[in-house]
T-cell receptor, first 118, second 111 residues
Framework: DAGVTQSPTHLIKTRGQHVTLRCSPI?????VSWYQQVLGQGPQFIFQ???????GRGNFPDRFSARQFPNYSSELNVNALLLGDSALYLC?????????????????FGNGTRLTVT | KNEVEQSPQNLTAQEGEFITINCSYS?????LHWLQQHPGGGIVSLFM???GKKKHGRLIATINIQEKHSSLHITASHPRDSAVYIC?????????????FGKGTKLSVKP
């Protein structure tokens, strides 16, 4: 089975532009989470979607938005890009989103999209 | 003070050595995750635990809920274990993906 796939792998954008990052979860997984990892730091949580609904949101500005499609794939959108948005964007999927069942539902991460804003 | 603290930040070991990486957290949690990140950026989930101890091959993870502390041990370390090891916690009552991450421990194992 294919793992979590993210596209594109690398991306270069200019300040003020918009970007869309994509994530396909493992088949059967209904939850997708997004993270931002700035160079030299640990990742930071951006969003979680489960069954096409937002289930969690981190401390990011409204320029960041996401959605989940009926096939459980997901997009992360960032508007009005800033230099500080340069980072590795990671996606992770799991079977469930929260609650007691999540204790046996580990996260599976993709290889990330490296975004450079110039 | 960060809600998840790891130590050490950097660790160099000789092949074959026993390695311990520590993680302390200050929030109530539903689960603690140990993750491995290689230079390319991809992350592999090593363990997810909420109590006790788990073992997979040469890796052992323990957690003490009362002390809010977890350790990751690597026995008979090998150069291929060189990576960044990240501790992350799922906050109690929060969604599973809403993780708080430590800054990571960069491990280098020399042959």
């Amino acid at each position: 089975d294919a793992g979590v796939t993210q596209s594109p792998t690398h991306l270069i954008k200019t300040r003020g532009q918009h970007v869309t990052l994509r994530c396909s979860p493992i088949s059967g997984h209904k939850s997708v989470s997004w993270y931002q990892q700035v160079l030299g730091q640990g990742p930071q949580f951006i969003f979680q979607y489960y069954e096409k609904e937002e289930r969690g949101r981190g401390n990011f500005p409204d320029r960041f938005s996401a959605r989940q499609f009926p096939n459980y794939s997901s997009e992360l959108n960032v508007n009005a890009l800033l230099l500080g948005d340069s980072a590795l964007y990671l996606c992770a999927s799991s079977l469930v989103g929260s609650g007691s069942l999540s204790y046996n539902s580990p996260l599976h991460f993709g290889n990330g999209t490296r975004l450079t804003v110039t | 003070k960060n809600e998840v603290e790891q130590s050490p930040q950097n660790l160099t070991a000789q092949e074959g050595e026993f390695i311990t990486i520590n993680c302390s957290y200050s929030v109530g949690i539903s689960a603690l995750h140990w993750l491995q990140q290689h230079p390319g950026g991809g992350i592999v989930s090593l363990f997810m635990l909420s109590s006790g101890k788990k073992k997979h091959g040469r890796l052992i993870a323990t957690i003490n809920i009362q002390e809010k502390h977890s350790s990751l041990h690597i026995t008979a370390s090998h150069p291929r274990d060189s990576a960044v090891y990240i501790c992350a916690v799922s906050r109690y009552g929060g969604s599973q993906g809403n993780l708080i991450f430590g800054k990571g421990t960069k491990l280098s194992v020399k042959p």
